[in-house]
């Protein structure tokens, strides 16, 4: 595997890449609080096939570079730090396969709805397109506190400095290992109180498909970089919704596969249940294939179940 930096939009973003030079690209997004790494199976999975996966770690993420101002992480920003990496890596006519999970599929949805000339096909896996803006007046973080309360992680993630304290006096090990284990299908909810984390002492157990020595990887990566990057995109949720203003009713007009977990904490969001099953994600994303519902499955899909999550990936853009 190849690791590089890209150097456009004004920062240096970290690539992982692997697969022959003259492959079709794959540009896999990971989510939070994820990195390259996430995709650590489906990158040797498609290489192996003779795809040419690449993996960044998003603007503020890993070893990309992490601009201090709240305002540098816009989905403006974010698409245009995509649209540098791909520029880099192939021909100004050609296009990429995408696939996004979590953050990454929010960004996904934005790349093929800013640049669909840079995208031959997404895969997107947990978030759909429920999240749209149809009203640039309306505060998304204003209506996420009226229904779960100011505990919900996104409210909590908007006071500068707060949470950032909060995961600094935790500890980024025990952060990880709760975020990356969760699989309540409800709303994550953070308490002031810091009970959502346990004790120090409590052990919490890693499934089968984490390892410690994947814990660690993190771990060792947020502890360089901070949180104050990643969550900064969620700082920018109300931003986001002005900026969209422009493509109110627009359609992705990019061929789409859509695959959640049943235990997805986002599946249980008002109203996403009746979006990805009724007629207007149809409406929204008119190439979109029937939606997938992978039993028993959490939120971080992509590693719980990555030869699966592979199989959805190449059985789709092998039809291009």
């Known amino acids: 595997m190849?690791?590089?930096?890209v150097r456009g939009n004004g920062i240096d973003i970290h690539v992982?890449?692997?697969?022959?030079?003259?492959?079709?690209?794959?540009?896999?997004?990971?989510?939070?609080p994820e990195l390259w790494y996430s995709w650590r199976h489906q990158i040797s999975g498609l290489a192996?096939?003779?795809?040419?996966?690449?993996?960044?770690?998003?603007?503020?993420?890993?070893?990309?570079?992490?601009?201090?101002?709240?305002?540098?992480?816009?989905?403006f920003n974010i698409v245009g730090d995509l649209v540098a990496v791909i520029s880099t890596l192939i021909e100004e006519d050609?296009?990429?396969?995408?696939?996004?999970?979590?953050?990454?599929?929010?960004?996904?949805?934005?790349?093929?709805?800013?640049?669909?000339d840079k995208v031959k096909a997404l895969v997107n896996l947990s978030v759909p397109l429920s999240f749209w803006p149809t009203d640039p007046?309306?505060?998304?973080?204003?209506?996420?506190?009226?229904?779960y309360g100011n505990d919900y992680y996104v409210c909590r993630f908007q006071e500068v400095g707060d949470i950032e304290a909060e995961i600094a006096e935790v500890g980024t090990e025990r952060v990880m290992k709760r975020l990356l284990t969760y699989r309540t299908p409800g709303p994550l909810i953070i308490p002031k109180d810091k009970s959502f984390w346990g004790s120090k002492g409590e052990t919490i157990p890693l499934p089968s498909w984490l390892t410690e020595e994947d814990v660690a990887y993190f771990v060792s990566?947020?502890?360089?970089?901070?949180?104050?990057g990643p969550v900064n995109y969620y700082r920018n949720f109300n931003r986001n919704n002005e900026l969209l203003g422009p493509w109110v009713g627009s359609k992705i007009q990019v061929p789409t596969k859509f695959v959640i977990g049943e235990l997805d904490l986002v599946y249980y969001m008002p109203g996403v249940k009746e979006y990805i099953h009724g007629p207007q994600f149809k409406e929204d994303v008119p190439l979109i294939e029937e939606p997938v519902v992978m039993e028993g499955?959490?939120?971080f899909l992509n590693q719980e179940k990555p030869q699966e999550i592979l199989q959805i990936i190449l059985d789709f853009i092998s039809t291009f």
């Open 2 to 5: 190849e690791h590089r930096n």
């Open 16 to 32: 992982a890449i692997q697969g022959p030079s003259d492959g079709p690209i794959v540009l896999l997004l990971h989510g939070f």
């Open 48 to 75: 192996a096939r003779g795809y040419r996966a690449v993996a960044p770690d998003l603007r503020g993420y890993g070893d990309s570079d992490a601009p201090a101002e709240i305002s540098s992480f816009t989905c």
């Open 94 to 116: 050609k296009k990429v396969f995408v696939v996004g999970h979590d953050r990454g599929a929010l960004i996904a949805w934005y790349l093929c709805l800013f640049r669909p």
């Open 137 to 147: 007046s309306v505060k998304p973080v204003d209506r996420m506190r009226a229904v």
């Open 221 to 228: 990566k947020f502890k360089e970089k901070g949180f104050c």
């Open 297 to 299: 499955v959490a939120h």
